[in-house]
């Protein structure tokens, strides 16, 4: 007998401050995307089709970060909308690139950029989407992985929680048989402190993890900066910056990058 | 068994009939999986013959880092233990258990039917070997044994090689697991180099090895390239600095669990669970379970766990081991002390991996030492064995 599900649920996915490419992980999707559809009504997407099914929305994906007044505003009704929000990529989970505003005087650029800038509202930071309202999960990455993602909707689907465990990035490094490319090639990685999911895709090419993920649990972060400082020639002032890239306003990596600066 | 024991039949193979061997192995269907040179280290891979055994390839191995140096030199079997173990093909890191699918009203389970791999592994180390036989007692001597690790087990084949050069990482002649093996192979080789000329002393620990070893119809060795072979491995003994105290070091650190001395590693540890992951003998594993978008099928995968991630001593209200140091200790006391009490031997083989492997470069041999020794001013109070700090 199949498994009878009363009513297909309504999947919305919204936009903030971000380049598309999370969203577009689920159009990606191809293959799978046609029997994603057989489950789920898609009520509100974009990116995808301009018809749009009124709220209130089942299942929720929250792309970007919040970085206008307006925006912080918006995510409190499409909270209020949704029984489950998913925020998904390092702008949602991290603050993204743009939240390398937090660092330096937002206004000043804005004074230098735009010729008439009392048109310009924007905040002084960039922040995730859990800054603002409850989320239920969050999918990490720059952009998001597809697997995950799938693995997301399929346990929504089937009322049972995802399957994404928080190993960190050496694990998957490790189940994937590669060689360790700090110690093997004295490349820094983030690696050790950096939540996985990506299945280690920048190691698995010989690269250090750059730790676009964002921060792992608990993460021992000062061990790893001894370390490349120490021992693989990493300067002060890129220890400054290589916890600056996607999730530079997660806590872990913000205080990290904050401790090094003079 | 050695090459300067009497009476034991050593053989003498020529370089140039390497291959030979191993076509005889690989004819018996065998996968051959040896060292060879991948992503920069020295990895157990699938081989198709005896040419792709890389030659004059040396390694530097120390805490925190291992290197690759080109020689001119023909051997190729002149390093010591690489990043992967055998641990990978005998427990492989993710495996699906079974699957379950709705039929009428039940639920019906199925466990996967392909045949087990047949591996024949070229050039594991005496200290592999060892680690082999502990998990053989984790795995096969137990009241549940795991059927998926017997199969591989019972079907793998053991072309083990003599160290000739230990690492700097290495210490299983304190673990009494090498330089040279004792037991645990059906085919030992050792392999030598005299005036530019490449050979092995083969010897045989089963039915099987000496089956295939008559198909090659090889010379005894000489009584001099024995007595080479053999003061040839006393000097790899020698060469090997770490110790450990393989019987004193479990009561040590048991006496020890609540001293100030783990402090330290609360900030040198990342937790990343590398040793625990490039160790040998390290069996932890979680489960995965799945399901396909309609909710008909569900899969249940075993996929390597370890003892660093916080989510390995999840319990309601949160993780038993929330300190780095805890987890550190529980790793360490596990390899030198209470796996005794489990398994009646040490969960360590003195192999290294542990300590090259580590991204900041612990020492797992140096730590025990001084949390045993240097550190025991610090004198601890009171044990609390299973609590956490
Ligand atoms: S390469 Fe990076 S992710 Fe992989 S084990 Fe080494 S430190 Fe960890
Ligand atoms: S604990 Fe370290 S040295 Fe001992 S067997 Fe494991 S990896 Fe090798
Ligand atoms: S040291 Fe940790 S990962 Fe290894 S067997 Fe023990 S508990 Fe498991
Ligand atoms: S000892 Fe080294 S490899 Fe093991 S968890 Fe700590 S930092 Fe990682």
Redo the contacts with the bound molecule.
């Keep these: 007998m199949p498994f009878a599900r009363p009513t297909k649920p309504k999947l919305a996915v919204w936009k903030f401050a971000s380049c598309d490419g999370c969203q577009l992980s689920l159009l990606d999707c191809e293959d799978e995307l046609l029997a994603v559809c057989e489950h789920i009504t898609i009520a509100n997407f974009p990116e995808a089709s301009r018809a749009r099914v009124d709220g209130p929305y089942d299942l929720s994906l929250v792309e970007g970060s919040i970085t206008t007044p307006h925006d912080a505003e918006r995510i409190h009704r499409i909270r209020r909308a949704s029984k489950y929000l998913v925020s998904i990529g390092a702008c949602a989970t991290g603050g993204g690139i743009q939240a390398l505003r937090n660092f330096q005087d937002v206004q000043e650029f804005v004074s230098v950029v735009y010729a008439r800038p009392e048109y310009i509202q924007t905040l002084a930071k960039s922040t995730p989407i859990a800054d603002h309202v409850y989320v239920d999960f969050e999918l990490r990455g720059c952009p998001i992985s597809k697997p995950q993602l799938l693995e997301l909707v399929n346990s929504f689907l089937n009322k049972r929680p995802p399957n994404l465990p928080n190993r960190n990035v ?1 694990a998957e490094c490790k189940l994937r048989g590669n060689t360790c490319v700090m110690v093997a090639e004295g490349k820094p990685c983030l690696g ?1 402190v950096t939540q996985g999911g990506c299945d280690a895709i920048c190691p698995s090419f010989r690269r250090g993890c750059y730790g676009c993920f964002g921060p792992g649990e608990a993460p ?1 972060i000062a ?1 790893l900066s001894a370390r490349m400082s120490e021992h693989l020639g990493v300067d002060t002032s890129d220890l400054v910056r290589v916890y600056r890239t996607y999730n530079s306003a997660a806590d872990p990596f913000r205080k990290e990058s904050e401790r090094h600066e003079s | 068994m050695r090459p300067d024991q009497q009476g034991e039949a050593i053989f003498l193979l020529p370089d140039e009939k390497l291959a030979e061997l191993l076509s005889a192995i690989k004819e018996r269907g065998y996968q051959l999986i040896a060292p060879i040179l991948r992503d920069a280290a020295l990895c157990f891979s699938e081989i198709d013959g005896a040419s792709e055994l890389p030659q004059g390839l040396r390694d530097a191995q120390s805490p ?1 880092s291992y290197r690759i140096k080109q020689t001119a030199s023909p051997e190729r079997f002149a390093h010591a233990s690489g990043p992967t173990s055998l641990k990978r093909f005998l427990y492989p890191p993710r495996l699906k258990l079974w699957q379950t699918q709705r039929k009428a009203n039940a639920m019906v389970f199925e466990e996967p039917a392909d045949p087990p791999p047949r591996y024949a592994f070229i050039g594991p180390r005496p200290c592999d070997l060892q680690a082999v036989a502990i998990q053989d007692r984790v795995f096969l001597r137990s009241a549940h044994p795991d059927n998926d690790y017997r199969r591989r087990r019972e079907n793998a084949l053991f072309v083990a090689v003599n160290c000739l050069h230990p690492s700097e990482s290495c210490f299983c002649s304190s673990m009494n697991s090498g330089p040279s093996a004792k037991s645990g192979f059906d085919i030992l080789l050792t392999e030598q180099i005299e005036s530019e000329e490449l050979y092995y002393l083969v010897q045989t620990g089963t039915d099987e090895g000496l089956e295939i070893l008559n198909t090659l119809k090889l010379k005894p060795a000489a009584d001099s390239k024995k007595r080479k072979a053999a003061t040839e491995l006393k000097q790899a003994t020698k060469k090997i600095e770490r110790k450990l105290d393989p019987t004193g070091i479990g009561p040590a650190l048991k006496e020890r669990l609540d001293s100030p001395a783990w402090d330290e ?1 609360e900030n ?9 992951l ?1 160790c040998p003998t390290c069996f932890c594993s979680t489960v995965e379970d799945h399901t396909d978008l309609a909710g008909e099928i569900a899969t249940r995968d075993r996929v390597w766990d ?1 003892c ?1 991630q916080q989510s390995f001593s999840y319990v309601a209200g949160g993780p038993v081991r929330s300190t ?1 140091k805890g ?2 200790r529980q ?1 360490l006391t596990h390899k030198l002390s209470s796996w005794s009490d489990q398994f009646g031997t040490l969960g360590c083989v003195g192999c290294g991996r ?1 300590i090259t ?6 020492d ?1 041999v140096a ?1 025990a030492n001084a949390i045993c020794t240097e550190r025991q001013s610090q004198n601890p109070t009171k044990t609390t064995i299973g609590v956490s700090p």
């Design positions: 050496c050790p021992n061990a | 925190g590693l040198r540890c990342l937790a990343c669970g590398n040793c625990t490039a370890s660093f780095i987890r550190y790793w542990c492997w580590c991204p900041v470069g612990i797992l730590e």
